[in-house]
């Protein structure tokens, strides 16, 4: 998560101020994202493989859905 969200004040450069909670019961404390096993079962890549990527497409569609 914190990764994603350095990504997207990096992509927009907006800053913007991130509140940290402690863990709720149940929530893992470590998250991994990886599509290797969709590509080795299923053969599927995403099309954009990089969370640079994603946000900056992301960020892309929004500024031209609601203006800059």
Known sequence: VRE????????TGREFRVEERDRRPGDA?????????????????????????????AWQWHQKRHGK
């Open 4 to 11: 994603v969200i350095e990504t997207v004040k990096q992509v």
């Open 29 to 57: 404390p470590i998250l991994v994202g990886s599509s290797e096993k969709a590509r080795r079962v299923l053969g599927w890549s995403p099309k954009y493989p990089e969370v640079k990527e994603i946000v900056g497409h």
